[in-house]
């Protein structure tokens, strides 16, 4: 079976401190890989997807970049966080193929301070 | 682009009650639908979906959502809650590769 794995749970930064927050996928292959973020009562934002390593979309500009350094793996990244930062990001996976549903990590709960 | 309307924002209501919690989209061109709920510090869990066939579709734990394309809807019902649906529930439309969601209604249920 397919599992994905985010860490850390939470997160506690400095203003102008760098961010790294990692995501996994296991048990398939080729996934299509995506970071979110989650205000308080504002929903998903998408930040970022990939369909294949080293290729990633930007779907909100702002100092935030993600990676794929592997097929399974997708890294989300900062060089100075600031506060607006804070959030709640989630990673999620689908399928290569076939209009299926998304499958999400735990999340990070990140404060930036 | 899609959009994705939710409401609600937040709706309360008796344990046992009825419920339905509206979804909206913007378009109904290849369009597949999503409920997921989240409870607090998680990650979204799927709750049901419609991807092709009939229009009304059941998760395991009670919840129903009928797709209706002439009103581009996909609003979420079940007929008596629980304790322990009190969560965060979000409709989602895909589209190509990509995922839009709506802000999120919270459902508290209330003993």
């Known amino acids: 079976s397919q599992t994905i794995h985010q860490w850390p749970a939470t997160l506690v930064q400095p203003v102008g401190s760098p961010l790294s927050l990692e995501c996994t996928v296991e048990g398939t292959s080729n996934p299509n890989l995506y970071w979110y973020r989650q205000a308080a009562g504002r929903g998903l934002q998408l930040l970022f997807y990939?369909?294949?390593?080293?290729?990633i979309s930007s779907e909100v500009p702002q100092n935030l970049s993600a990676s794929r350094p592997q097929d399974r793996q997708f890294i989300l990244s900062s060089k100075k966080l600031l506060l607006s930062d804070s959030g709640f990001y989630l990673c999620a996976w689908t399928r290569y193929a076939g209009n299926t549903e998304a499958f999400f990590g735990q999340g990070t709960r990140l404060t930036v301070v | 682009a899609q959009s994705v309307t939710q409401l609600d924002s937040q709706v309360p209501v008796f344990e046992e009650a009825p419920v339905e919690l509206r979804c909206n989209y913007s378009s109904s061109v290849s369009v597949y639908l999503f409920w997921y709920v989240q409870y607090p510090n998680q990650g979204l869990q799927l709750l049901l979906k419609?991807?092709?066939?009939?229009?009304l579709v059941e998760s395991i734990n009670g919840f129903e959502a009928e797709f209706n394309k002439s009103q581009t809807s996909f609003h979420l019902r079940k007929p008596s809650v629980h304790i322990s649906d009190t969560a965060e529930y979000f409709c989602?439309?895909?589209?190509?590769?990509?995922?839009?969601f709506g802000t999120g209604t919270s459902l508290t249920v209330i003993p």
């Open positions: 990939s369909v294949g390593i080293g290729q």
């Open positions: 989602a439309v895909k589209t190509g590769n990509q995922f839009y």
């Open positions: 419609y991807l092709s066939g009939s229009t």
